[in-house]
């Protein structure tokens, strides 16, 4: 009679893949200025997606090998809060942190009112200047971008007040633009990414605010348009780290940046779980893949 032997490791499962995760970390964008104030800096944008970009002209950031059974932090942030008087500036947006990964929340714009235009802030995309309210010889300056993340915002106009318009807030994928004479400010542009399946636009600047006989600046990327003449700016989109637009001319209310937000990418092998809860999140599978959107709170996730 034949003996057989069986080999104990011909059936064995298969190794699964490694736990590498691909990322889209976006901070929140900051708060619009007043009174042809500037438009807000969008939030800091960081990517590891493959064939795409971080933000302020940077390439794609190495992708992450993590461990089964650990945690990482997470963090949304929250949109900075546009200016509810006539003279107000805008605040900076919340950082977004997904582990060792941390985005810088967009630049609060700069007032137009007072005899000089205050200035924009510095963050993951700088806020923009307010323009001058009497004359004087500058308007106030954009704030800086984070390098990697965003570009600096522009500087508002200066000369008499009409006419004249707040800075743009600074992108992702551009810088802000002076404000001028002739006609409002578009937000800086903001970066394309196709991690969920969809190509979509985030991170845009906010329009600048306009002067008498002007209307806002045009903004893109989930920015928020600059308010016209006599109205109020926009604010940038939920999830978007879009900047808030600039206040026309007048005492009306800027608008408040686009919340933050998380994407991760990695083998349809693993499940993800937010231990002690705290995050909102979704997860949809394709391709091999699956891909979870956070798009709220503070807690930790972990895979399994």
């Given at each position: 009679m034949d003996t057989f032997i069986i080999n104990p490791y011909r059936f064995a499962a298969?190794?699964?893949?490694?736990?590498t995760v691909e990322y889209l970390v976006i901070a929140a964008g900051g708060g619009?200025?007043?009174?042809?104030?500037?438009?807000?800096?969008a939030g800091g944008y960081r990517s590891s997606v493959t064939g795409e970009n971080s933000g302020g002209g940077a390439s794609a950031e190495t992708a992450?090998?993590?461990?089964t059974a650990t945690t990482y932090a997470v963090t949304v942030g929250g949109g900075g809060t546009g200016s509810t008087t006539n003279s107000g500036v805008g605040t900076n947006g919340g950082n977004s942190i997904f582990g060792t990964i941390t985005s810088t929340g967009g630049g609060g714009a700069g007032s137009g009112s007072g005899n000089n235009g205050s200035n924009g802030a510095t963050g993951g995309s700088g806020g923009g200047g307010g323009a001058d309210g009497g004359g004087a010889t500058t308007g106030g300056t954009g704030g800086s971008g984070t390098t990697n993340q965003g570009y600096a915002g522009g500087r508002g106009s200066n000369?008499?007040?009409?006419?004249q318009s707040g800075g743009s807030g600074g992108g992702a994928g551009g810088?802000?633009?002076?404000?001028?004479?002739?006609?409002s400010t578009t937000g800086g542009l903001g970066v394309l990414s196709s991690i969920t399946g969809s190509s979509v636009e985030r991170a845009g600047?906010?329009?600048?605010?306009?002067g008498i006989a002007l209307t806002g600046g045009t903004a893109s990327g989930g920015g928020g348009a600059g308010g016209d003449d006599g109205a109020s700016g926009s604010s940038g989109s939920t999830n978007t780290g879009g900047g808030?637009?600039?206040?026309?001319?007048?005492?009306?209310?800027?608008?408040?940046?686009?919340?933050g937000v998380v994407i991760l990418k990695y083998p349809d092998a693993y499940t993800i779980s937010n231990p002690?809860?705290?995050?909102?999140?979704?997860?949809?599978?394709?391709?091999g893949y699956s891909v979870t959107t956070i798009t709220a709170g503070t807690g930790d996730v972990e895979w399994t």
């Open positions: 298969a190794a699964p893949p490694a736990l619009g200025g007043a009174n042809r104030g500037g438009g807000a800096g992450l090998s993590l461990s000369g008499p007040e009409t006419y810088i802000g633009i002076n404000g001028g004479s002739v006609t600047g906010g329009g600048g605010g306009a808030g637009g600039g206040a026309g001319s007048g005492n009306f209310v800027s608008g408040s940046g686009g919340s002690g809860g705290g995050l909102t999140l979704s997860t949809s599978t394709a391709g």
